[in-house]
């Protein structure tokens, strides 16, 4: 699967008409600038956050496997602004869009590698070679004596 950016289009055909028309009339005051394109960029730099905490993203967009998690946060957001009762019903897939990016981020749930133009690094913890005690970590020694299994 690719890497995608989500588009207004995007949003607006994930909505049901009463929140769609909800977003182009009660969402907006007078001289307001529509505040879509905002929260897009919001939630996909914050979903990249969570896919960064332990793999690499690419250069834009989100792999498209998360776009239903990210459509749950843009969506919960903008109902948020136009109405509570909206907002209560986009609740439950906004509550199960950010456990999924905290498993991502936990490393319960893989990603797809970016495309092959990525620079980016990973946020990962990097891997440690001590051995942890009551008084700390203090380094690994080699024992020759006890080399089982090298």
């Known amino acids: 699967m690719a890497w995608i950016a989500i588009t207004n289009n995007d949003v607006l055909n994930a909505l049901n008409n009463a929140e769609a028309n909800a977003h182009r ?35 834009t967009g989100i792999p498209q496997g998360f776009f239903p998690a990210a459509l749950a946060l843009i969506i919960y957001r903008l109902a948020e602004r136009v109405s509570p009762v909206l907002a209560d019903k986009r609740k439950a897939a ?11 981020a936990e490393g319960k749930i893989g990603v797809e590698d970016p495309p092959s133009d990525s620079t980016d690094t990973v946020n990962a913890p990097l ?21 089982d299994g090298l």
């Not at 051995?131 to 700390?136: E, F």
């Open 127 to 147: 891997p440690r070679m001590d051995n942890a005690s009551s008084t700390g970590p203090s380094p690994l020694a080699f024992d020759p004596g006890n080399a």
């Open 25 to 59: 009339t009660v969402g907006l005051g007078p001289g307001q600038t529509d505040p879509l394109p905002s929260i897009i960029t919001y939630v996909t730099e914050e979903v990249r956050g969570y896919i960064r905490a332990r793999h690499r993203v690419g250069p």
């Open 94 to 104: 906004y509550t199960d869009a950010l456990a999924f990016l905290k498993a991502v």
